[in-house]
């Protein structure tokens, strides 16, 4: 496969993970089938994206983001917070007011919208727009494209700021998403992106958060190669803890001189070390499916919390059934009654009893649900980085090794 954004041959692997089916393909019955496609991971030595092997699998992007996605960014009171400190300090610091044009992309069910005072409007392909439109955020279902900004340009006119949280990492065409960015936004606008940062991925050994729908791993390094072809500049980035461990890089075109930020994160890239990625996955999943056949043996209960896409992933790497773990339990209503795609196994709304244990999935959630369901005499245990048990007074088991 040659790379998506410089077309150098692609050689090197990061990791290899069989096959599974995309991760949020959620089952609506057990007769349904499914197709499961191979996930690889390689590393482009020209221009450092780390992109998901797509010469593996016939998938559209269409078909991952299908009108039915499930994923809802509101479930989650963190990171409606996050996104609400986001709006306040954007505001204040490049001055929005009811001139400014505000337009995100990828905006959900308007969780970041809803909070901004200036004329704004968000650009999502799938149903999660419909809710945002119950909270009375503009909502074009659409996915973002250079044609598409074309279009917005022609009609509603120039961005002073536009978002894109989460989003750069599943779009395949990653040149012309970004093209896109820079054909609408003001020549003094400024744009802003999140994604988890591949250095934590390495470092965290968060393997899980492989899957189809993400087409990229992004690095500062990267990142700055891509927006430089398209005609963008990064002049400051900040380290967020969202994610297990975020990057959030303001981008304008040209206009801003480079502050300190940008250097320090290129440097601290230097240092990720790529080989020994898959054996610490191997790690993280022998230590799973140990845990789940020792609670099995000794009789205990187990459930999980969170049908999260990374979740399904870590399933499907282990082989994990609902032999081993009966059911997950989810807040989502749109998962729930639902299979988890690959491993089958369903997403309950409530838990059946109080389990022995509890398997978080969403671990970079953890700290918000250990505080919802710390009331519970379960044990909660996650596995990334490391196997680690704990019950409400805090951690009492730490499998680490890393
Ligand atoms: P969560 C997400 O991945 C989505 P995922 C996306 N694919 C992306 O790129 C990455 O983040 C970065 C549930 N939950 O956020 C909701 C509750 O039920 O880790 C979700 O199903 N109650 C765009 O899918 C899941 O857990 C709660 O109180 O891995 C969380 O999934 C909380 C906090 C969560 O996303």
Same mark, same amino acid.
């Given at each position: 496969?040659?790379?998506?954004?410089?077309?150098?041959?692609?050689?090197?692997?990061?990791?290899?993970?069989?096959?599974?089916?995309? $991760?949020?393909?959620?089952?609506?019955?057990?007769?349904?089938?499914?197709?499961?496609? #191979?996930?690889?991971?390689?590393?482009?030595?020209?221009?450092?994206?780390?992109?998901?092997?797509?010469?593996?699998?016939?998938?559209?992007?269409?078909?991952?983001?299908?009108?039915?996605?499930?994923?809802?960014?509101?479930?989650?009171? !963190?990171?409606?917070?996050?996104?609400?400190?986001?709006?306040?300090?954007?505001?204040?610091?490049?001055?929005?007011?009811?001139?400014?044009?505000?337009?995100?992309?990828?905006?959900?069910?308007?969780?970041?919208?809803?909070?901004?005072?200036? #004329?704004?409007? =968000?650009?999502?392909?799938?149903?999660?727009?419909?809710?945002?439109?119950?909270?009375?955020?503009?909502?074009?279902?659409?996915?973002?494209?250079?044609?598409?900004?074309?279009?917005?340009?022609?009609?509603?006119?120039?961005?002073?700021?536009?978002?894109?949280?989460?989003?750069?990492?599943?779009?395949?065409?990653?040149?012309?998403?970004?093209?896109?960015?820079?054909?609408?936004?003001? $020549?003094?606008?400024?744009?802003?992106?999140?994604?988890?940062?591949?250095?934590?991925?390495?470092?965290?050994?968060?393997?899980?958060?492989?899957?189809?729908?993400?087409?990229?791993?992004?690095?500062?390094?990267?990142?700055?190669?891509?927006?430089?072809?398209?005609?963008?500049?990064?002049?400051?980035?900040?380290?967020?803890?969202?994610? =297990?461990?975020?990057?959030?890089?303001?981008?304008?075109?040209?206009?801003?001189?480079?502050?300190?930020?940008?250097?320090?994160?290129?440097?601290?890239?230097?240092?990720?070390?790529?080989?020994?990625?898959?054996?610490?996955?191997?790690?993280?999943?022998?230590?799973?499916?140990?845990?789940?056949?020792?609670?099995?043996?000794?009789?205990?209960?187990?459930?999980?919390?969170?049908?999260?896409?990374?979740?399904?992933?870590?399933?499907?790497?282990? =082989?994990?059934?609902?032999?081993?773990? #009966?059911?997950?339990?989810? !807040?989502?209503?749109?998962?729930?009654?639902?299979?988890?795609?690959?491993?089958?196994?369903?997403?309950?709304?409530?838990?059946?009893?109080?389990?022995?244990?509890?398997?978080?999935?969403?671990?970079?959630?953890?700290?918000?649900?250990?505080?919802?369901?710390?009331?519970?005499?379960?044990?909660?245990?996650?596995?990334? #980085?490391?196997?680690?048990?704990?019950?409400?007074? =805090?951690?009492?088991?730490?499998?680490?090794?890393?």
């Amino acid at each position: 496969m040659r790379c998506r954004h410089c077309n150098h041959q692609l050689e090197k692997v990061l990791i290899d993970l069989g096959a599974c089916p995309p $991760s949020n393909a959620y089952l609506h019955s057990l007769t349904e089938r499914e197709e499961h496609y #191979p996930l690889r991971v390689l590393i482009c030595e020209n221009c450092w994206l780390v992109q998901t092997d797509i010469s593996l699998f016939t998938l559209g992007y269409d078909e991952l983001f299908t009108k039915d996605y499930p994923y809802f960014s509101s479930v989650s009171a !963190d990171w409606v917070n996050h996104a609400k400190k986001y709006v306040e300090k954007i505001t204040e610091r490049f001055g929005l007011d009811q001139d400014s044009l505000t337009i995100e992309v990828g905006s959900n069910d308007g969780y970041l919208l809803q909070f901004m005072k200036t #004329p704004c409007y =968000g650009i999502e392909p799938t149903m999660t727009g419909e809710k945002a439109k119950e909270k009375g955020v503009m909502s074009c279902s659409n996915f973002f494209t250079s044609a598409f900004a074309e279009n917005a340009l022609h009609f509603q006119g120039p961005a002073d700021l536009m978002i894109a949280n989460n989003v750069l990492a599943h779009v395949p065409n990653i040149n012309d998403f970004v093209r896109g960015f820079s054909i609408l936004l003001k $020549s003094d606008g400024v744009a802003t992106f999140e994604f988890p940062h591949l250095l934590h991925l390495i470092d965290g050994t968060q393997f899980d958060t492989i899957y189809h729908e993400h087409y990229s791993y992004l690095s500062l390094t990267a990142i700055m190669n891509i927006f430089k072809s398209q005609g963008l500049s990064v002049f400051d980035v900040e380290e967020l803890e969202t994610h =297990g461990g975020s990057l959030r890089v303001y981008a304008d075109k040209g206009l801003r001189p480079e502050e300190s930020s940008v250097a320090k994160i290129l440097e601290k890239e230097k240092d990720i070390d790529y080989t020994a990625f898959q054996a610490k996955a191997d790690r993280v999943k022998n230590d799973f499916i140990g845990f789940l056949l020792r609670a099995k043996i000794e009789g205990k209960t187990v459930a999980g919390f969170g049908a999260a896409a990374k979740g399904n992933t870590l399933l499907n790497y282990s =082989g994990v059934r609902s032999d081993l773990l #009966p059911y997950v339990e989810d !807040d989502t209503p749109a998962k729930q009654g639902k299979f988890l795609p690959g491993s089958r196994i369903i997403v309950r709304k409530e838990f059946a009893d109080v389990p022995d244990y509890v398997v978080i999935f969403p671990w970079n959630h953890k700290a918000e649900i250990m505080a919802k369901l710390g009331h519970m005499k379960s044990k909660f245990v996650t596995f990334i #980085p490391d196997l680690e048990i704990a019950n409400s007074q =805090g951690v009492y088991w730490y499998g680490g090794r890393h």
